[in-house]
């Protein structure tokens, strides 16, 4: 059984925002419908996103290392938020996985945020909503776009490619292959809810650091008062 999902690598995402604007864009004037602001220059701004980056400092000082840590709607393989919706509004494609909201449905009682452990369920101020990432099943399945295309906003948006989209059952997939050699890890796993999309760990790299790379060191394209490359110009200090 088809099982489509995320796979984010947390080595290489630099936390640009690239995709929670990206995903805003098309899903604010796609099926998911418009998705609102509230205040979003106002000191309290409130608003409504498929996908956040969470940015956060680890280690101690002075070793201490900036992570960027996206997150949205982890499309469960046993969804906690599918039970408890009291009008079946909440509900996992049997054809591939994804976990949707149907508005139509959606009372806006909030049971499925609280059974939620990841907190990536949003409740639309304006609609009285509840909403969430949908893997933009309308974008992966459009045949009018190019095949390299139908894939979710946020996967082409990425600058360094940190996000790989693709079915996790399969073997042979990208997502599997990467889960299977970079030793992908699901999270949360505690909460049995068999998360789908999965995340790649970031890589320790030590970089040696000799105790004169600590001080300035004088101009490397000068050796002996003379430029290091004769094809440079000369420098300021050569002409006086």
Known sequence: MTQLALVIDLNV?????ACVTN???????????????????EAEPNG????????????????????HFPKSCLH?????????CPTGASYKRKEDGIVLVDYDKCIGCKYC??????????????????????????RIY?????????????????????????????????????IRERGGYALMPEAATKPSNHYLPRRKTTIPVRADE???????????????????PPTTEELN
Not at 23 to 41: F, R
Not at 214 to 232: M, S, V
Request: aromatic fraction near 8%; proline fraction near 10%; glycine fraction near 6%.
């Open 113 to 138: 945020s609280w059974a939620c452990p990841y907190g990536v369920r949003e409740f639309d101020e304006e609609r009285k909503v509840m909403t969430k990432c949908t893997l933009c099943v309308d």
């Open 214 to 232: 600590l001080y300035r060191a004088d101009n490397p394209h000068k050796i002996d008062g003379a430029p290091f490359d004769k094809n440079l």
């Open 142 to 178: 459009d045949e009018k776009l190019p095949e390299d295309r139908r894939k979710p906003s946020c996967v082409l948006a990425c600058p360094p490619g940190a996000r790989l989209f693709g079915d996790v059952h399969d073997p042979d997939s990208e997502v599997s292959v990467a």
């Open 48 to 67: 409504t996103f498929f996908n956040r980056v969470q940015t956060f400092e680890v280690g101690c000082f002075p070793n201490t290392e900036t992570v």
């Open 76 to 84: 469960c393989e046993d969804p906690p938020c599918v039970p408890v």
């Open 13 to 17: 995402c630099v936390g640009c925002h």
């Open 23 to 41: 995903c805003k864009q098309w899903n604010t004037s796609g099926a998911a419908g418009s998705l609102v602001d509230l205040n979003p220059y």
